[in-house]
């Protein structure tokens, strides 16, 4: 099918040709996830959560989910940022309630210990999860492919686990910077043929979680987020030109402008302590916005859900923007707050 | 002494009336701590943080080290946030290595557990503190008190502890806003009271931390943020004009400028991720900039540290500034890293 017959099907994709719609676009972060009882019916089935990432037919089933209950514009692949470090044969699993555990690199040296020439396997099995979730998928709906973002993954894979101040990955830019952008370097060589891969299997478009992004001074969110992002980006647009990307940097606050006009990416996803008004006036009127929404909000819901719903849907109505949540959906969420929030959008509240 | 003679003494507070000083005056925040050697010595002699809180003449003899140390422009009295919610008989107590645990508050029908009469002989103990420290300090030296924003107190008297995500507080704010806001309305008139008696004790100006202000969506951060502070600054200014008042709105991001505008505060003290430009362009040309140094940079040390000084000290040269820290210091931090800063700042590195 023709690109520009696909785009006007898809409304996600639209929104990347300038078009402002009414209502906007809609899909959550995390929308295949723990508050869904469908899901947590899958994932008992598996041990480990990366066996459910890298098994496709049941990895492509929890994708589908929420597109089938909530008739999302978009489905995003069901995986992980830290398939790449797996992939790359850092040792890497999932501790039931704490999260994940990597096997932590701490200099340039241990670096040695990664394999960028072993990661096709487990990537293949993410592109067969994408190749038949489009299959699947309603033609209207977009897919979305992604990744994490260089300077996030590195976080993870130097710290060993998540942590409230990447203090690991950002010690080490302090001390070793040249010694990191190794690091940095080989994520970005990965990164681009990890999307390209997806991309070929039927993505439509690609999102960048960028989740640490907001922690880092100005200069170190120069060189560490928007560097490597501008590079990602520029690399993966010379092989797929026409193939929207979205830009997630997390907590970047006033930094965002410098972001969105020096990465190249198409839009970018703002977190919900992101002004709206910084999201109009900061943003370049080319870059497609989405978000914003306090996942806790959702989460909470009465009154004040629809009360911001309306202001969101309100203050972007002119702008080519996609409705989303700030973060991801929180556990707890009932999904019926998710089908409220769908129809409060659509405007059948 | 006239007020006019000690503002020309103390060149913190000549900041204040608008002199952009070379060096800049420099304190950092938790100067006082777990950091310095002689400060683990007195902690050890004491069961409990709070005692220490409380006992005066250890309280000032751990708020005169770092002073003695460095020679810092200003002492902060050495006391915690957390003072507030146990002076109103909230149980308050610091488990080793956890941080603090509080007797959590889930609704408005528990507030009354509270109890606004018997802050005073807590208080009191901080307020001799100050006394003692003042009676003791350079004449040189200020003397800041301090408490916490409204909302961060209520964070952790609503959460029970310290949390990234301030889900307890966030939650209920959404969910029965006139109820918290009953909570808030009695933190601003007890944070009256016990800042005010600091600056009757001796304190020469104050600082009101938030740390957990920045994880608020834009309306949210007007609500709980903005409204209670400039409540807060209104009813303390009437007491006591003269006296300066340092906002540190953490994590504010691009809504620092209108925290700036309507608080009434006289300084912000930025975190670590406000653009240095941010910081000149943003605040308005008669507020103090107070920050920003990444505290994980002191800890690293090294070249990368004297690089980012010039660049804070070279940029704020022309501007009402105050060198610290853009978060507390780290207790891993070298005292000698320390004391090379403050070298850095001052010119004789």
Chains 1, 2 share one sequence.
């Not at 797996?86 to 690199?105: K, M």
């Amino acid at each position: 099918m023709p690109a520009q017959k696909m785009a006007s099907e898809r409304r996600m994709l639209r929104v990347f040709a300038g078009e402002a719609l009414t209502p906007p676009p809609i899909w959550l972060m995390r929308q295949a996830g723990r508050y869904l009882p469908e899901y947590r019916a899958i994932r008992a089935r598996v041990g480990d959560f990366l066996e459910l990432c890298y098994t496709p037919e049941l990895a492509a089933e929890v994708t589908l989910q929420p597109v089938r209950r909530f008739d999302f514009d978009a489905a995003i692949v069901f995986a992980d940022i830290l398939v790449v470090p797996d992939a790359l044969n850092q040792t890497v699993h999932f501790v039931e309630g704490q999260g994940p555990r990597l096997d932590a690199i701490r200099s340039a040296a241990e670096l040695a210990r990664l394999n960028p020439s072993a990661t096709q396997p487990k990537f293949q099995r993410v592109f067969e999860t994408v190749a038949r979730v489009r299959q699947d998928l309603p033609r209207a709906t977009a897919l979305i492919g992604f990744c994490g973002a260089p300077w996030t993954v590195a976080t993870y894979m130097v710290g060993g686990q998540g942590s409230v101040d990447q203090a690991g990955a950002r010690l080490w830019a302090y001390r070793d910077p040249q010694g990191l952008q190794r690091l940095i370097s080989l994520l970005e060589d990965v990164s681009v043929e990890y999307l390209s891969g997806q991309i070929d299997a039927g993505a439509d478009l690609v999102q960048i979680f960028d989740s640490w992004a907001g922690n880092l001074p100005d200069d170190q969110f120069r060189h560490w987020v928007i560097e490597p992002t501008r590079r990602l980006v520029g690399r993966l647009k010379q092989r797929h030109p026409g193939v929207p990307v979205i830009g997630f940097p997390r907590g970047a606050g006033p930094l965002v402008r410098d972001y969105a006009r020096e990465t190249g990416v198409d839009g970018v996803s703002c977190d919900w302590t992101m002004p709206l008004q910084c999201m109009t006036q900061e943003l370049p009127g080319h870059t497609v916005v989405q978000g914003n929404l306090d996942p806790l909000l959702l989460l909470a819901g009465g009154p004040a859900l629809a009360c911001r719903v309306a202001e969101l849907v309100t203050h972007f109505s002119q702008r080519a923007f996609i409705f989303n949540l700030g973060h991801g959906i929180q556990p707890q969420t009932p999904p019926e707050n998710v089908a409220r929030l769908v129809g409060l959008v659509r405007g059948a509240d």
